[in-house]
């Protein structure tokens, strides 16, 4: 299964951006997934997740200002992004929980002035 992520761009603090991640095939199977994000020099960090029966859960840092919701029929994870902060800055990317697939590129959002 490959995953693409899409919808990173820049935006200034207080700003949204909707990222969409695109399975190559059904994820109906996939329990749990998740986004993920990578900041320069800092590790790979699990953001928000969603289950199949659309439990979610959500890092501190993100709660109250993202969304995460799947679409088994379209295949595709989204991830609502509101009230952006600098420190948001990242690569962002999609997989299950725990992580079992190939990363794909991620989508890179920046968040400046």
């Known amino acids: 299964v490959q995953l693409q992520a899409s919808g990173g761009g820049l935006v200034q603090p207080g700003g949204s951006l909707r990222l969409s991640c695109v399975a190559s095939r059904s994820i109906f199977s996939f329990n749990v997934m998740a986004w993920y994000r990578q900041a320069p020099g800092k590790q790979r960090e699990l953001v928000a997740a969603v289950a199949n029966h659309g439990t979610t859960n959500y890092a501190e840092y993100v709660k109250g200002r993202f969304t995460i919701s799947r679409d088994n029929a379209k295949n595709v994870v989204y991830l609502q992004m509101n009230s952006l902060k600098p420190e948001d800055t990242a690569v962002y990317y999609c997989?299950?929980?725990?992580?079992?697939?190939?990363w794909g590129q991620g989508t890179l959002v920046t968040v400046s002035s």
């Open positions: 997989n299950l929980v725990p992580a079992q697939l190939t």
